[in-house]
């Protein structure tokens, strides 16, 4: 297609055209360039103050996110958004020209930019719902009524995880969250009936649970084997308080790291180029909620993102570490231990295995995802998993991981099974053992 001519030939007493409210199209290059064409003008994001700067005609389609100009040539334009000089009287200055050009609740067209992602639908994100909350009900129920004596403090640990994931499924139905992606800006968003910043940084923070409960099951695991007598610590009120204090100081550092360190207000420009992507894909428009990350403004690195990013990523990198070292360590006293039965040893690799296989959820359903999602920006790569995909895989979360722990403890499994099919409540063998602080008892049944 090829723009009208430009007006920029027009007098200058001539209606200023942000006060004339024209519909608007915002593009966006690979190439972190940013463009809005309102009515015939062409203006650079960024620009001071707000001008036509480039002319129309040298343009013949804007397609696939890319613009292309008559030459076949790639454009290097970059941006400067008003938001990174605020507090300047030239920032201050095209920030309210910016304000002025685009009204909050004004209308917003915009091309498609490129990314062939779908929309989940929220008849999909229900189903998640749907099903995780009562699957997880349902877990409770088993390790309340089918959870042998000799698991102690373990069955309070699978009671957190299932008690967790009901509120993420509940979290996931009301906010649907998701993420877009444009270049290298990456966002994270709801659409619900209450927009919010704060809602959608708790959300993300939120994920800092699994990842700690994770390490928690290893740990456990390994205190079995290697030192029986220091479970009691899982149920000392002390041990507990500091594991809620480091778990609250976790997600309290997520959180302000993405609440002050990223962009995301109603008026700034990133934001606005992701609301018209979303309104003309999705025919939504969401005004506030969005978490922002641009890394690479002006082609120059943003230091607050990337910082946000150095912790998100050193707390997976810490956290997927932690649970390697511990299973790895697990299974080499499991092998080098005298001091037990082969039933035990055996029992004990069992459990672990199970506990390796349930890792495999917040693997594949968290770490994985955030990885994906926020380091391809950053790397300026194409996603391995596209941002709406990876927010599916994180929306599932809670779901499978109330299946996997089912189906792989075989108290729960049986149990579930009784109960579905009415065969009555299940017989459980107590021959073999396990360490305890006084006994061995047999897990040999457990799996």
Request: hydrophobic residues 45%.
């Amino acid at each position: 297609m090829r723009f009208p001519p430009s007006l920029t030939s027009r007098s200058e007493k001539s209606t200023p055209f942000f006060e004339s409210k024209p519909r608007c199209t915002v593009a966006v290059s690979r190439h972190r360039t940013a463009l809005i064409i309102i009515g015939n003008y062409i203006l650079l994001a960024g620009t001071d103050p707000w001008k036509t700067v480039i002319d129309s005609s040298e343009f013949t389609e804007i397609s696939a996110g890319m613009l292309r100009p008559a030459s076949n040539e790639s454009l290097p334009i970059d941006r400067t958004p008003p938001s990174r000089k605020q507090g300047t009287e030239e920032g201050n200055s095209r920030s309210k020209h910016y304000n002025r050009m685009f009204p909050r609740h004004g209308p917003v067209e915009t091309f498609n930019f490129g990314y062939n992602l779908r929309q989940r639908s929220y008849g999909t994100l229900l189903f998640i719902a749907v099903v995780g909350i009562p699957l997880n009900i349902f877990l409770l129920y088993l390790i309340h009524r089918f959870s042998r004596k000799e698991l102690g403090a373990y069955k309070h640990l699978l009671t957190i995880f299932a008690a967790h994931d009901i509120l993420l499924s509940i979290i996931e139905a009301l906010f649907n969250l998701t993420a877009v992606r444009i270049g290298t800006i990456i966002s994270v968003v709801g659409r619900t009936f209450w927009e919010s910043r704060h809602i959608s940084c708790v959300y993300v923070a939120f994920y800092s649970v699994p990842l700690f409960l994770t390490n928690l099951n290893f740990l456990y695991r390994y205190w079995a084997i290697k030192s029986p007598m220091k479970l009691e610590r899982y149920s000392s009120k002390s041990f507990i308080g500091g594991v809620v204090l480091s778990l609250a100081l976790t997600f309290a550092g997520w959180y302000i790291a993405l609440f002050q360190f990223c962009d995301g207000g109603v008026n700034e420009p990133d934001t606005i180029i992701l609301r018209g992507w979303y309104s003309q894909r999705y025919n939504i428009t969401i005004y506030d909620g969005w978490v922002v990350m641009d890394y690479w403004p002006d082609g120059r690195m943003a230091m607050r993102p990337f910082l946000v990013l150095l912790f998100t990523d050193g707390l997976l990198l810490t956290s997927f570490i932690t649970a390697v070292s511990l299973s790895t360590m697990t299974f080499y006293h499991i092998h080098i231990n005298t001091m037990v039965s082969d039933n035990y040893r055996r029992a004990q690799r069992t459990v672990l295995i199970a506990l390796c296989a349930q890792t495999s959820v917040p693997l594949l359903c968290v770490y994985v995802p955030y990885v994906n999602t926020l380091n391809a920006p950053f790397l300026d790569v194409d996603n391995l998993i596209s941002p709406e995909i990876a927010a599916s895989f994180v929306s599932a979360f809670p779901l499978w991981d109330a299946v996997v722990i089912i189906l792989l403890m075989k108290d729960y499994r049986v149990g579930a099974k009784d109960l579905i099919f009415g065969k009555g409540t299940s017989k459980i063998d107590a021959k073999s053992m396990m360490f305890t602080t006084n006994n061995v008892i047999d897990l040999s049944q457990t799996l």
